[in-house]
């Protein structure tokens, strides 16, 4: 009988430690690289262990889970403020790890910056003036704000690029509370002497910052109203604090 109990005893303890052992996980390290600069930001996260089998929360919301998952995984986060982005996983031999990561999410762009622009279709303009005037104009739903830079005809015909001598800025800071359509982005492409219009178009602001800055980050492209050959320019931009 003892020797049963003591069977028992000896069984019992290597069963308590073996679940001792399995309940101490190992913390490791959690990676981030920000893909934007301004919210809705994406950002990817990653882990310095490779890892067999991962779950990723963010604030306690399961997000994402994977296996074999070496490469992390992107997050699109909306809310500006500190967030909490903790993984629970497994190593190839069983290895059970954790690990736990606030960051600060940036809010929406307070800037819309306009570098230059890229279009192809310059020769299907009939161009008479030496100069033209790249004029843009937003408006914020109460007043319009305008700006302009000066292209030459030549750089214009033989340049499918051109970088403006100095970004045009636009302060948009707000623009997120107001009524969609009361948001504009205007531009023209305007002969200086002769004032003829080659080019004439306008946009909303919001569906540029919400929905195409994220498949085309640094451009914003635009289509000609004024124009028969589907005519589309892409404008060199980018959104910041």
Known sequence: MKKIQLALLIFSSLLFLNCEKEEEPTQINITYELLDDVSPVRIKFSATQNLNWSEWRVNDVRVHDDTNNNRGFEHQFYEEGITNVSVDARGFNGEIYFGN????IPGVANKLMLYGYYFRNAFAFNIIDDTLSFN?????GTEYSFDKALVSKTSFISKDSVIFYTPLIFNISGFSEVAPEKLNLAFSIEGVNSGDIYFKTNTGIRDLYYY???YAPHSIYMDNLTGTNNERIFIISDWTK
């Open 101 to 104: 990561l606030d960051i600060e």
């Open 212 to 214: 195409d800055r994220h």
């Open 136 to 140: 843009f104009g937003y408006y914020d």
